[in-house]
C-alpha cells in the first residue's frame, strides 16, 4: 500500500508540480485548494489526484480535512505545507486585515496542518514534513513584511519541530524557493523581469516548479532520512544562506 501524501495548496503552481511528482514517485496523493473549483477540477481530470477543499488558516476545517483524507486514503505519511497567499504593501500602509491574512494562512496553516498528524506519524515512528517557505523569508523584501515575517517564521516552526520529533523518525524540513516560473511570476511585464529579476539570479533564469517538486520528492523519501530541520534553498544563486 503506498504511503499517503497532502499536499496544501497542491492543484495549482509549484503545488501542482509537487502533486504530480509524488503521485509519479509512488505516493497517494491528496491536493488540497482553497477556493478555484474550476482550477481544482481541470486538475483532478488531468491528473486523477483527489482533490479536497478547505481553508488551511481555519483549524477546525483543517482538523475536518485531514479526517475526510484519512478516511478515504489511510493515514498521512507525508504532509508538504505549500498553500500561501500575499497581500503586499509597504508597512506604513499596511492593514490589519492584510497581516492577520497573511500570517494566517502562510504560518498559522502550519499548525492547523501538522496538529493533526503529528500523534499519528509519532505512533507510527515514520513522517515526512515539508514547508514550503520562500527566499523572502531568509532575506526579507520590500513590501511584504507580513509575507517575509511568516515565511521566517516557517523555518523557526521547522526547526523546531524537527527536534522534537526525530527520536520518532519524523523528518521536518523547510524548501526556500526564489522566483519560480509561476502564472504569478510570469504575470510580471516583460521588461521588468529581464531588468529587475532576472540580472540578480546568477544562474540568469527563473526556477521551473519541477524543480522545487525534485527537492520535496526527496526530502519524502526513506533515503532522506538523517535530513531533518534544514533549509534546503532553491533559488539560482540569488541568495546564499
Partial sequence: MSKVAVVTGGTR????????????AGYTVAANYGGNDEAAARFKEATGIAVYKWDVSDHEA??????????DLGPVSVLVNNAGITRDTMFHKMTLDQWKAVIDTNLGSLFNMCRPVIEGMRERNFGRIINISSINGQKGQMGQVNYSAA???????????????????????????????TDMVKAVPQDVLEKAILPQIPVGRLGEPEEIARCVVFLASEEAGFITGSTLSANGGQYMA
Fill in 62 to 71: 483543517c482538523a475536518a480535512g485531514v479526517a475526510r483524507v484519512e478516511a
Fill in 13 to 24: 503552481g509549484i503545488g501542482e508540480a509537487i502533486s504530480r511528482a509524488l503521485k509519479s
Fill in 151 to 181: 515565511k521566517a517564521g516557517e523555518i523557526g516552526f521547522t526547526k523546531a519541530l524537527a527536534l522534537e520529533n526525530a527520536r520518532k523518525g519524523i523528518t521536518v524540513n523547510a524548501i526556500c524557493p526564489g522566483y519560480i516560473a
